[in-house]
């Protein structure tokens, strides 16, 4: 399992990693950090012991923007797990209209599906360009017919072959008009008459059914030999693709290192003197949602699902609810819980210049390639971060989303006139960003709509 080398990182390398991109809130890498070294050690032991052991969920506390999602998301692609987000108040109770708690596995067992077909696509390349290579040449030779006894003919067929195969590997004959059999899909409105209302999973299987049944269509296309290359090289990597094989190593990829981030987990929960109304429902969603994270099966069109090894860490602002308002049951199957802590001054500063992909890094790349220098002093960015630290203050706390707003208004004229403004430089100091932001600070109602 390719995943399960990378999940040999100590705790310490993996804060590290996730610090190139996250700025604070230590105590939920740790945990996280923890998790995953968690689920290396359960590997390392006898098969009897090893399913006994199961992995110790989390619940992250904090206000929106301040690297909830991105620390799950970061970790995932750090050991290469499929990973899914999902949002707890789109479920349903089972027997209402929506989605049913289940379809969270069977989108991370698709996401799996993915990313493993991707793998063996890239490891397939070479083997498949021989073969696509045999089929070009085919195209460019007409047949020849092989007499009996006669192999002179045969002979000269080799040799022109091969000379038609170097000047194909140099490139020579890119240009070369070849007529090819181009598979095509059936057309996706004959779905059209399937019902909205439909289980998901059901749904997806009879449309893969009928999908199936139809006749492949072919079509006859006059393309270059560049332009046929490509697709015989797709052709070619899908046969070889085991697809049975895939769907085994991604079943497996999802029972043993699959993450669920289970986001507005706070929206379920509900208080306990207040049980009346949608509350019902909400408390159905947790009853669903407990046998998937305490560990049962699904059933996929992969196969049969196992929850039992899967990561879950759920996430939550839970202003006007409190972890204690779940069901107990739910509560127990998520022991470590952190609080992640609301972004200062200092922390959007860090925000802003730090991490690889810091916003000062993505705006001045963005226009460069208009041909235009922006640069940003210390004066300029203490600035920033001190604005955008004053808005969550005075309205509602939206975390680092705030700097996208201030640095969108701030930047908005040198974006319009970016194409315009070619060669030159452009400073921005705490003079330029009060020009354009300090009206807007002055009139609380309209910073709210803008700000």
């Known amino acids: 399992m390719k995943s399960a080398t990378k999940l040999n990182m100590t705790p310490q390398e993996t804060v590290v990693a996730l610090d190139r991109y996250i700025i604070g809130q230590t105590d939920a890498k740790k945990a996280v950090a923890i998790a995953l070294r968690n689920r290396w050690r359960r590997l390392q032991l006898n098969e009897d012991l090893k399913d006994e052991i199961l992995p110790k969920n989390i619940i992250m506390i904090g206000a929106t923007g301040i690297g909830k999602t991105e620390i799950a998301r970061r970790i995932s692609r750090l050991v290469n797990a499929p990973f899914?987000?999902?949002?707890?108040?789109?479920?349903?109770?089972v027997g209402y209209v929506g989605r049913d708690v289940e379809s969270m596995i069977r989108d991370l067992t698709d996401y799996a599906i993915?990313?493993?077909?991707?793998?063996?696509?890239?490891?397939?390349?070479e083997a498949a360009k021989e073969m696509v290579e045999e089929r070009l040449l085919d195209l460019l030779l007409p047949s020849i017919e092989k007499n009996n006894g006669n192999s002179s003919g045969e002979l000269k067929a080799n040799s022109t072959r091969e000379k038609f195969r170097k000047k194909l590997n140099a490139g020579k004959l890119d240009e070369r008009i070849v007529e090819l059999d181009v598979s095509e899909r059936p057309s996706g409105a004959v779905m059209e008459f399937m019902p909205i209302s439909m289980n998901d999973n059901m749904d997806m299987n009879i449309r893969d059914m009928l999908s199936n049944m139809?006749?492949?269509?072919?079509?006859?296309?006059?393309?270059?030999?560049?332009?046929?290359?490509k697709i015989l090289q797709q052709e070619e990597v899908s046969k070889l693709i085991d697809m049975e094989e895939v769907s085994r190593e991604a079943v497996n990829r999802v029972e043993q290192s699959g993450i669920v981030f289970l986001d507005e987990v706070d929206k379920v929960a509900s208080r306990r003197s207040n049980s009346q109304g949608p509350d019902v429902s909400?408390?159905?969603?947790q009853r669903d949602l407990l046998p998937i994270v305490e560990?049962?099966?699904?059933?996929?069109?992969?196969?049969?699902?196992?929850?039992?090894?899967?990561?879950?860490?759920?996430?939550?602002?839970?202003?006007?609810?409190k972890p204690s308002d779940m069901i107990p049951e739910l509560q127990g199957r998520f022991p470590i819980r952190v609080e992640l802590q609301s972004l200062s001054k200092e922390d959007f500063i860090r925000i802003l210049t730090e991490p690889k992909n810091a916003l000062i890094v993505q705006y001045t790349a963005l226009m460069k390639t208009e041909g235009v220098e922006l640069e940003f002093n210390k004066e300029a960015i203490s600035t920033i971060a001190e604005i955008a630290c004053q808005i969550n203050e005075e309205s509602e706390n939206i975390g680092a989303r705030r700097l996208h707003t201030v640095m969108e208004q701030l930047l908005e004229e040198v974006s319009f006139t970016a194409p315009d403004l070619r060669g030159q430089k452009i400073s921005v100091?705490?003079?330029y960003i009060k020009s354009r932001i300090s009206n807007l600070l002055k009139n609380q109602d309209l910073s709210r709509y803008i700000l």
């Open 429 to 431: 100091t705490p003079e």
């Open 282 to 285: 909400r408390e159905g969603v």
């Open 114 to 125: 993915k990313m493993v077909r991707q793998e063996q696509i890239e490891s397939k390349q």
């Open 84 to 93: 899914v987000k999902v949002e707890a108040s789109k479920f349903t109770e």
């Open 295 to 321: 560990g049962s099966t699904v059933n996929t069109k992969y196969g049969p699902v196992q929850t039992d090894h899967i990561l879950f860490i759920a996430a939550g602002a839970f202003h006007l609810t």
């Open 214 to 229: 139809m006749p492949k269509q072919s079509k006859r296309r006059r393309l270059r030999i560049e332009e046929a290359r």
